[in-house]
């Protein structure tokens, strides 16, 4: 804990020489009045209490500036890489409520046709959804539906059947849209909207393909076929180039399972599961199966190194500071109980040491929905079953400090997703 804090003063010291370099720059100073935000999306069942995004300060990790309205199950949310527009899903209504989060507060509430599991926000001004039971007429269900965050509404719906995934390149020019059941990608393009030139292009292909991480120039799309595990035949990471028009599909690698991946320099993590090779080698556990994290070097397409980590459906996963990769499942094998000890505790969290490939899998239980690090701490957000965990990322433990001492920050209700605000 001394090197946490001791990593923390340096970076405030830093912060005031920047502050003091800057006075030209107006700042404009939110009403929770911090300066470190995180926002935890909470729903609650009680019908005396109400649902909203709970203001958290992420420097001590507490919770004492009340919370900014956004439906009555807001779940699900979505940030601008700016962080000045948050966008979070109210399952109860099918609602995506805009905050604004400078001034801390709701500006306008998009209605979708269904249910969504993935957004996207590649600038403040516009954002995207999968609602895979979207209604069309004349064609299967499901859609990417375009919204217009400054005035508010929905600006298209684009036909995607059964669209489950949607993925942003860097600039907001490029959509991809991912079907779990289709062994093609679809690519949007939001610039067409208003031309006579397709806005989509469909390209075969792939392996169930689910998802995709782009390279920071937005040149190359890293897709993710789910292979086996959706069923299709064999996971892999296959290049998808943007360069040409329309992209055209390059060289792929196989990989153990392809449901989640994290890009770090030339380097792909990914994360799935293996029908052929789920046993949990190395590890003392009850669980009968696990998943598989892949570690890929971009240059040369190959795998070069290979962890076990819990099963169930990858969808989350997060660098921490320090190196210590956050990967998180849904549907995963739970094993005893973590409010009461006795014996193996093991839910749908794995954190990979990517220094020296050990893995850790932490005493709690149940689905991994939020994941949320830090470049200014040694810690790392975690919602899972329902909880808002934070840990040490020095030591794989749940932080323990003179504000949290469990590694907790206790929150009424259930709390699915988060994201910092300040933090980059």
């Known amino acids: 804990m001394k090197k946490s804090a001791l990593f923390n003063a340096v970076l405030a010291v830093a912060g005031l020489g920047l502050v003091s370099c800057s006075s030209g720059v107006q700042v ?29 300060d992420g420097e001590y990790d507490t919770l004492e500036h009340g919370e900014i309205s956004a439906g009555t199950a807001p779940g699900l949310m979505a940030i601008s890489p700016q962080r000045s527009v948050l966008l979070a899903f109210d399952s109860s209504t099918n609602r995506v409520e805009v905050v604004n989060t400078t001034k801390e507060s709701l500006t306008g509430s998009i209605q979708l046709p269904g249910p969504t599991t993935s957004m996207a926000v590649p600038v403040p001004s516009a954002g995207y959804a999968a609602v895979p039971s979207a209604p069309l007429n004349g064609t299967s269900p499901g859609a990417v539906v375009a919204m217009n965050l400054t005035s508010g509404g929905i600006t298209a719906t684009i036909g995607v059947p059964n669209a489950q995934t949607v993925v942003s390149n860097p600039s907001g020019t490029q959509v991809l849209a991912f079907s779990n059941d289709s062994n093609a990608v679809t690519v949007v393009s939001p610039s067409l909207l208003n031309s ?69 320099g030339s380097t792909l993590y990914v994360a799935g599961n293996s029908l052929t090779n789920s046993l949990c080698t190395g590890e003392t556990t009850a669980a009968a199966t696990c998943g598989r994290l892949d570690v890929v070097d971009l240059g040369s397409m190959t795998v070069t190194g290979s962890a076990v980590i819990t099963d169930g459906y990858h969808d989350r996963i997060d660098m921490g500071t320090g190196g210590q990769l956050f990967i998180g499942s849904m549907d995963c094998t739970n094993i005893g109980n973590v409010n009461n000890p006795q014996g193996e505790v093991r839910g749908c969290l794995s954190i990979l040491n990517t220094t020296n490939s050990s893995v850790v899998i932490p005493p709690d239980n149940g689905d991994v929905t939020g994941l949320q690090s830090f470049t200014t701490r040694y810690a790392e957000y975690v919602a899972e079953g329902g909880n808002l965990r934070v840990y040490d990322t020095m030591t794989d433990t749940l932080l323990d400090t003179d504000y949290i001492t469990t590694g907790t920050i206790v929150i009424t209700g259930v709390i699915t997703d988060v994201k910092a605000v300040d933090f980059f």
């Open 28 to 56: 404009t100073t939110p009403p929770s009045k911090l300066t470190e935000r995180v926002l935890a999306s909470q729903s609650v069942s009680s019908p005396t209490a109400s649902g909203g995004l709970v203001i958290i």
């Open 196 to 264: 006579s030139s397709p806005v989509t292009v469909t390209l075969p292909g792939f392996d169930r393909p689910v998802n995709a991480v782009f390279s920071t120039d937005g040149s190359t799309a890293y897709v993710l076929n789910c292979g086996a595990e959706c069923g299709g035949t064999q996971a892999s990471v296959e290049i998808l180039s943007f360069s040409t028009t329309p992209p055209t599909l390059g060289t792929s690698v196989v990989v153990d399972g392809a449901t989640i991946g994290f890009l770090s």
